[in-house]
Nanobody, 122 residues
Framework: QVQLVESGGGLVQAGDSLRLSCAAS????????MGWFRQAPGKEREFVSY????????YYADSVKGRFTISRDNAKNTVYLQMNSLQFKNTAVYYC???????????????WGQGTRVTVSS
């Protein structure tokens, strides 16, 4: 059984930064792709970023390129999402997930965390 626990969300003002964390347990964390997704109120869940098992390759949604950075610490079984220059439209519940594939498709992620809420005030 894999468990993913996100943390770091909160209420911030536009232009602020936040760092989300996702701690994994129950699986060899370092062997898998880790992804971040988000779901804004009334919208479908959307891809944000993923990072390969060794951290050598990343992929970002166009909407976050240059502002968000994904990273991982395999020794701590943790993946991070540094979010800078936050905008009102970034308000959402952010989820981390684990996959065997380099993919932006949510359905190809096998396990999900419970999410952490990020609210950006304008």
């Amino acid at each position: 059984q894999v468990q993913l626990v996100e943390s770091g969300g909160g209420l911030v003002q536009a232009g602020d930064s936040l760092r989300l964390s996702c701690a994994a347990s129950g699986r060899t964390f370092s062997s898998y792709v880790m992804g971040w997704f988000r779901q804004a109120p009334g919208k479908e869940r959307e891809f944000v970023s993923y990072l390969t098992s060794n951290g050598g390759s990343t992929y970002y949604a166009d909407s976050v390129k240059g502002r968000f950075t994904i990273s991982r610490d395999n020794a701590k079984n943790t993946v991070y999402l540094q979010m800078n220059s936050l905008q009102f439209k970034n308000t959402a519940v952010y989820y981390c997930a684990i996959s065997s594939s380099r993919t932006r498709v949510a359905g190809l992620y096998d396990y999900w965390g419970q999410g952490t809420r990020v609210t950006v005030s304008s």
